[in-house]
């Protein structure tokens, strides 16, 4: 069996058959030459397909080990696809509780609107999932780690229950990748991502995706909503993902490593009430984690116990990390969640869950760990009056 990282180099890479250029070329056009009506070498118009975009889609679909891949123009973008493709007015979704912002306001102040009903629920049992479901239910959806607490969703339970009402499960890997969790191993039937994230890896893109693990029939569905949406990814974007998924292995490693040691250092830290990294003895779900992660990944996050004040003093305090949105690039990144990614839920409900005004998000990137350690020791000291 190929390995993973050689896939993230070699998948859906072709020499440049009129030059030979080891890179697959960005195919900068909009329309293509046809020989007679409706006699063309596979591409019509670019707001159906690029060969750019689709040397991506192979990639991504070799990593996740799925029949198909489609690109899109972002990551909120393939799940509104998503949506399109599986819902109708009067239909029912299923999401993990612990799930991105863009998701939620995305269900609440949109497809609410069109008859779609929503139920966000703690797929971290199974149990609560099933008894979620209805008669309308089409389709479940998981984001496991959750953003931003890391909760975990028990994607083979959830699979079970879903499976056993003839429902699909879509999983948003977005956090960890298929290097660091393979969905469908784990019985998801879609793979969704924000290739924004760890697989372009450089905050140089916005973009989206979805895997498809033996649908064809969804594929040619997804395919028709992003056609009559114009929501297709465009060719720089994807050959600057394509470029990035080339070292994906290796920063995800990295970060993994590093995440690891500075969790661990900021727990024993003073004015921290919790961390939250799948890595920890400490998890509470470090079982799960253990049983579904190949990698624990490059995010955590962590409580300061001042809250707001505490959180404004530790932003002062840092030098290599930047206050910004966004996640999995080489750039270490930390954001606030409840005034940011999440900003859209009352503050009773991000209380719920987890989501305090002193909990912080951190993006590990690739930075040597010992200025980081620096960085956050610092940021702390502020915080406490030292500094």
Not at 124 to 136: G, H, I, K
Not at 210 to 222: G, Q, S, T
Request: with cysteine.
């Amino acid at each position: 069996m190929t390995g993973l990282q050689t896939l993230a180099v070699h998948a859906g890479r072709r020499a440049d058959g009129d030059t030979g250029a080891i890179l697959t070329p960005i195919h900068q056009v909009s329309t293509y030459a046809q020989e007679q009506p409706d006699v063309h070498k596979g591409y019509t118009y670019s707001r159906a397909a690029n060969p750019t975009v689709a040397a991506l889609e192979q990639r991504l679909a070799a990593l996740e080990g799925g029949q198909g891949a489609l690109a899109f123009a972002s990551g909120i973008g393939a799940i509104d696809a998503l949506f399109r493709a599986t819902l109708s007015a009067g239909d029912h979704v299923v999401v993990s509780d612990v799930v991105y912002g863009g998701t939620v306001r995305l269900l609440r102040q949109v497809y609410a609107r069109y008859g779609v009903a929503a139920d966000f629920v703690d797929a971290s049992r199974p149990e609560a999932v099933a008894a979620a479901l209805r008669p309308t239910t089409k389709l479940v959806l998981l984001e496991s780690p959750g953003n931003p607490t890391l909760k975990l969703a028990d994607i083979g339970g959830v699979c079970e229950v879903a499976h056993d009402r003839g429902i699909p499960v879509a999983l948003d890997n977005t956090f960890l990748t298929p290097l660091g969790q393979r969905s469908f191993d784990l019985g998801a039937d879609i793979a969704v991502h924000s290739t924004t994230k760890y697989l372009e890896g450089h905050n140089a893109t916005i973009g989206g995706a979805i895997v498809v693990e033996d649908d064809a029939k969804l594929l040619e569905a997804l395919s028709l909503v992003r056609k009559s949406t114009g929501a297709i990814a465009a060719p720089f974007e994807a050959w600057l993902t394509l470029r990035g998924t080339k070292t994906l292995g290796v920063r995800l490693e990295a970060v993994s490593r590093t995440a690891q040691g500075l969790a661990a250092q900021l727990e024993q830290a003073s004015g921290i009430a919790h961390v939250h990294y799948p890595g920890l003895g400490s998890f509470p779900q470090r079982g799960l984690a253990t049983k579904q992660h190949k990698l624990h990944g490059g995010i955590l996050a962590f409580e300061l116990e001042g809250g707001l004040p505490a959180v404004q003093r530790f932003v002062q305090g840092l030098r290599w990390i930047t206050l910004a949105e966004s996640l999995g690039a080489t750039e270490t990144l930390f954001t606030h969640p409840a005034t940011m990614t999440h900003a859209a839920l009352p503050a009773d409900e991000r209380r719920a869950l987890g989501i305090t005004d002193g909990l912080l998000r951190l993006s590990v990137g690739l930075e040597d760990e010992a200025d980081l350690r620096a960085d956050l020791q610092a940021a702390v000291e502020r915080v406490e009056g030292k500094a």
